[in-house]
């Protein structure tokens, strides 16, 4: 079965850390790109992080670079999303996605967990 389901979302102050993760079926686990998107209440689906299949190379949207990082863990079939430094405008609904490349578009992710929701507040 190809499923992706998120995890670790959670209530936080500003300024703290959270661990998302991200466990994949095996098939998407090894020949697809993984990205991590969010979305905030009334706002589009953006793209955060993504890290590919091929090579582990990463890349990162400029509003997280440098406080996000993504890894993933083979042995597992996991891929993280590390926060660090949260900030309120980072409270969004977190989700990760499968696709045949890196990619910051939607439309290139086949398949996509439920989600799990990332509260920044003080």
């Known amino acids: 079965q190809v499923q992706l389901v998120e995890s670790g979302g959670g209530l936080v102050q500003p300024g703290g850390s959270l661990r998302l993760s991200c466990a994949a079926s095996?098939?998407?686990?090894?020949?697809?790109?993984i990205g991590w998107f969010r979305q905030a209440p009334g706002k589009g689906r953006e793209g955060v992080a993504f890290?590919?299949?091929?090579?582990?190379?990463?890349q990162y949207a400029d509003s997280v670079k440098g406080r996000f990082t993504i890894s993933r863990d083979n042995a597992k079939n996991t891929v993280f999303l590390q926060m660090d430094s949260l900030k309120p405008e980072d409270t969004a609904v977190y989700y990760c996605a499968g696709g045949s490349s890196v990619s910051r578009q939607i439309s290139e992710y086949d398949y996509w967990g439920q989600g799990t929701q990332v509260t920044v507040v003080s």
């Open positions: 095996r098939i998407i686990h090894e020949y697809y790109a």
């Open positions: 890290i590919s299949s091929a090579d582990g190379s990463t």
